[in-house]
């Protein structure tokens, strides 16, 4: 960290230390599930297997999402 602070300060002086960002960085999702269209809105039968699959796939992953948050809770009033 404090190599990354000279190298600024010897590439951009005092004024590229005042630009860096303070704090932790932003932490980006590992695997971003895209949400299907608003498929809801439309009745089973018109949408097209894709559409279908493409649903299903993000209902999955709620599920799984889902499941892995309640052990987490439940781990974390185990510990307490």
């Known amino acids: 960290v404090v ?15 005042r ?4 704090g932790n960085p932003t932490v980006k999702p590992v695997a971003s599930v895209e949400k299907p269209p608003a498929t809801s ?21 709620e599920v799984d999402y889902l499941k892995k948050l309640k052990a987490l809770v439940q781990e974390g009033k185990k510990q307490k």
């Open 3 to 17: 190599r990354r602070w000279v190298n600024t300060y010897e590439k951009s002086g005092e004024d590229g230390l």
């Open 19 to 22: 630009k860096l960002k303070r």
């Open 41 to 61: 809105l439309k009745p089973a039968e018109t949408l097209s297997q894709e559409e279908l699959l493409a649903e299903v796939r993000y209902l999955r992953a």
